[in-house]
């Protein structure tokens, strides 16, 4: 699907859902109709609204209001991969509820943001990663990254399996929140020599997540228009 994108990351907490929440907000108020979806979420559950703190995050940035059997087709309440919670609670990651609702999905939005979980290699089945997903899913991604000294090895690693993979990386998104990393120059320097991909642009800390904020902060510091041609 035109524009959609599959946003991965080089670890958990790397800040996939701030950087999802950052796009759906932007490309939004650049007037597209942005679909969000957290294929499996896992983590203790929230008591109100959706299960799953992420899929709230993305569904207010992008303002829909599909149902969570769509956005969120499964809820693990243990925080651990999907393989994980198959072999702990014999819940079964079922992949083809998944690609039903996100074809669902595409119907009715006009571009997709898709957030993964963990990083790329994060087992759902014996023989199914996150890879695999995204390969079923056929879209590009997003690899959302951070500074801290490391995050070029697992950068390369990231960029290498979509390599194998033949997964389509659209570009690098650093999430410059920590403190005392790389600097942001000669990390996007570094990272565009050594992976050939495009860094998008940086983010900084976020304290204020207000749809202003975030638009604000995103359309500064990322470069949409490459993304979307
Ligand atoms: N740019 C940022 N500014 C401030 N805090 C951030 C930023 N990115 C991530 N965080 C913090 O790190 C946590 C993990 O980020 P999150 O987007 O949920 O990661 P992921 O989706 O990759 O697991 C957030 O809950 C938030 O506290
Ligand atoms: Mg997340």
């Avoid at 039903?100 to 009715?108: G, I, R, T, V």
């Avoid at 000669?186 to 565009?192: A, G, P, S, T």
Wanted: proline content about 5%; aromatic content about 8%.
């Amino acid at each position: 699907m035109l524009n959609s994108l599959f946003i991965t990351g080089t670890d958990t907490d790397v800040g996939k859902t701030y950087v999802a929440a950052g796009f759906a907000v932007t490309l939004r108020k650049m007037g597209m109709d942005v679909g969000v979806m957290k294929p499996f979420a896992a983590g203790t559950a929230q008591k109100t609204g959706f299960k799953s703190e992420d899929v709230e995050i993305l569904a207010n940035a992008a303002h829909v209001n599909d149902p969570e059997i769509l956005l969120n087709p499964q809820f693990f309440p243990i925080a651990a991969s999907p393989y994980t919670a198959l072999k702990n609670l014999k819940i079964k990651p079922d992949i083809q509820l998944i690609l039903n609702s996100f074809k669902k999905l595409s119907q009715l939005h006009s571009m997709m943001l898709v957030e993964g979980m963990g990083g790329i290699m994060t087992p759902i089945l014996r023989d199914y990663f996150v890879t695999n997903l995204i390969k079923d899913m056929k879209l590009p991604t997003i690899i959302v990254t951070r500074t801290k000294v490391g995050t070029i090895n697992h950068t390369i690693m990231t960029c290498k399996m979509c390599e194998k993979y033949k997964i389509p990386v659209k570009g690098i998104v650093i999430n410059n929140f920590d403190t005392g990393g790389y600097l942001i120059k000669e990390l996007k320097r570094d990272l565009e020599n050594l992976t050939n991909m495009p860094v998008l642009g940086s983010i900084p800390f976020i304290d204020d997540m207000s749809d202003a904020s975030l638009y604000r902060i995103f359309k500064k510091n990322i470069n949409f228009k490459s993304l979307l041609n």
